[in-house]
């Protein structure tokens, strides 16, 4: 018996045209043995003509927007969607996040615009499919097994891992969303010794229905997730060399992030079953995994964000592969750092000069201006890690030391009116002393309107400033 609402988009972007230093093979193994589970009458039993495979060249950004297209097209409301991604995530210049493509051009560590999928581009593709049970798998930082090294650096290219804001803007893109990641935000996805990730692993073992039971003859979404976390600790635990886990960390946990409320669904067939029963819905995962329920107002709030903030457009910027996101009562129209924003009879320009114009029943205009919110800090600190990741190797420094105090930081700049002088001195001094350039961009990010810090962090960092220009 097929699992005939079953569609399936799989991603392994494999190598890259552009820049071969950010070749990862293995994640278009990853994508292949996806496909083939899924694919498989005696497992997950999705038709095979609904199961569309991008790899290497073909997992290029036109390929991936238009796969992305099709499963609009083709999937019904009471379809299940199943989207799995395989590659590197990087922010660009501006501070968006991207998911790269094969033709990925990169420049100074960070993603050239236009050249992968950026986060309002994804948000945009899937509020577009009507499908009312989800589910994104995302595998997008790398470490561990590592031959490639981006430019000169003796330092593998890992990426980024999705942003906690970005899974939360896309719970917001339709009813049943799931978003599972490979890893949480400050951790790394391992590759590990075998033919796939750790992660690809685990997942294609509780496709198989390895290590987990199938409820009315489906697999459960919270149930594959569970087996996930479990999995991929025990496998990072044991097979990955402890000197790796020294420099990267001690553990890797796959994160499942989900709208409060919602509840699981079938997500295939168990091991290819043929009597199917009631599903039940009244199971989550147990306590202790990386469970984060959102707040749909929360939710909402962070879509908003993400299509009115960084990476939106204005008229003077290009509007060459911007996407254009049609909504309820809801238009974005986006290109560069600008956004103008309709929504009912309004019109929102931002970092927009002059007035906004607005034309209807009731029509108002203002001007937003760019800063002040929790995303613009958000993109200022990844500017910083996007720096350090692009810093070539320096014998008298390790990156992870640096990476270690810009988060502490990042943390102590969070606490607002609250932070600690002495702390971020202490640190920023540190800073300073170990990694001058990282210490300019950090203050730099501290002090520049957009990052939307406090008077406390702007402050101190600052004094620090011109104490080392003095200094000097």
Not at 28 to 40: K, W, Y
């Amino acid at each position: 018996m097929p699992f005939t609402h079953g569609h399936a988009l799989i991603i392994g972007i494999g190598s890259y045209q552009h820049e071969p230093a950010l070749n990862v093979p293995i994640t278009a193994a990853d994508a292949q043995a996806m496909a083939t589970v899924l694919c498989d009458p005696q497992y997950c039993g999705y038709p095979e003509t609904q199961v569309t495979l991008l790899t290497n060249d073909r997992a290029n950004r036109s390929n991936i927007l238009s796969a992305l297209t099709d499963l609009a097209a083709r999937a019904q409301p009471t379809d299940t969607v199943l989207i799995f991604y395989s590659g590197h995530g990087e922010y660009s210049a501006d501070g968006v996040y991207q998911l790269t493509t094969h033709d990925t051009r990169l420049a100074q560590g960070t993603v050239m615009a236009g050249t992968a999928i950026s986060q309002p581009e994804l948000l945009a593709k899937l509020r577009a499919i009507p499908a009312q049970h989800l589910v994104l798998l995302i595998n997008a930082c790398h470490a561990g097994e590592l031959s490639p090294v981006l430019g000169n650096s003796n330092q593998p290219f890992i990426g980024q891992p999705l942003p906690q804001q970005a899974a939360e803007a896309l719970l917001a893109t339709g009813s049943g969303r799931i978003i599972i990641t490979a890893c949480r935000e400050r951790q790394v996805a391992y590759i590990g010794p075998g033919p796939l990730t750790i992660f690809a692993q685990a997942l294609t073992a509780g496709l198989r229905g390895q290590g987990l039971s199938g409820r009315a003859g489906y697999i459960s979404a919270f149930d594959l997730y569970t087996h996930l976390y479990f999995a991929v600790g025990e496998a990072v635990a044991t097979q990955v060399p402890a000197f790796l886990r020294q420099r990267y960390g001690d553990t890797q946990e796959p994160e499942l992030t989900v709208l409060k409320g919602v509840g699981p669904f079938p997500l295939a067939l168990y091991r290819g079953a043929t009597l199917l029963g009631d599903f039940p819905t009244d199971h989550r995962p147990p306590d202790g995994t990386a469970l984060r329920e959102v707040a749909p107002a929360r939710s909402q709030w962070a879509f908003e964000q993400t299509l009115s903030g960084a990476g939106a457009i204005g008229i003077a910027g290009s509007v060459t592969n911007s996407p254009i996101v049609t909504g309820n009562h809801n238009t974005v129209i986006q290109s560069g750092r600008d956004t103008i924003q309709l929504g009912g009879d309004q019109i929102v320009t931002g970092n927009i000069s002059g007035a906004g114009i607005a034309i209807g029943r009731h029509a108002q205009a203002y001007v937003v201006r760019g800063g002040g919110d929790h995303d613009a800090f958000t993109r200022a600190f990844a500017r910083i890690y996007a720096a350090i990741n692009a810093r070539p190797a320096d014998p008298r420094v390790d990156k992870e030391e640096i990476v270690e105090t810009v988060k502490k930081i990042e943390q102590e700049a969070r606490q607002g009116e609250q932070a600690n002088e002495q702390k971020l001195t202490r640190w920023l001094r540190y800073l300073a002393g170990m990694a001058e350039d990282i210490f300019a961009v950090t203050v730099a990010a501290l002090t520049e309107p957009q990052a939307a810090c406090a008077t406390v962090a702007r402050k101190v960092a600052e004094r620090v400033k011109g104490r080392a220009e003095g200094a000097g």
